[in-house]
């Protein structure tokens, strides 16, 4: 009886580390993208610390705007 998907964890791990690797490809920090997006920098830092598991839907729009981008861009 073998796992048919890769544990929760597991998966959050890999979007936390695709999430980071965009911020890195387009030099976004963390406190200057919370703030050109009008949210709390304490929701991105605490996905990238493995604090929280996601980030809001709500968030992430606000985020997408103001990268100029798609939401999914962040997790590819």
Request: proline fraction near 5%; glycine fraction near 10%.
């Amino acid at each position: 009886m073998g796992e048919v998907a890769a544990p929760r964890g597991v998966e959050i791990g890999k979007q936390r580390e695709a999430f980071r690797a965009f911020m890195t490809a387009r030099h976004l920090r963390p406190t200057e993208w919370a703030r050109a997006a009008g949210v709390a920098p304490g929701e991105i830092l605490g996905f990238l610390t493995a604090k929280t598991r996601n980030i809001a839907p709500e968030t992430l729009e606000k985020l997408a705007q103001a990268a100029r981008c798609g939401i999914e861009d962040f997790f590819k």
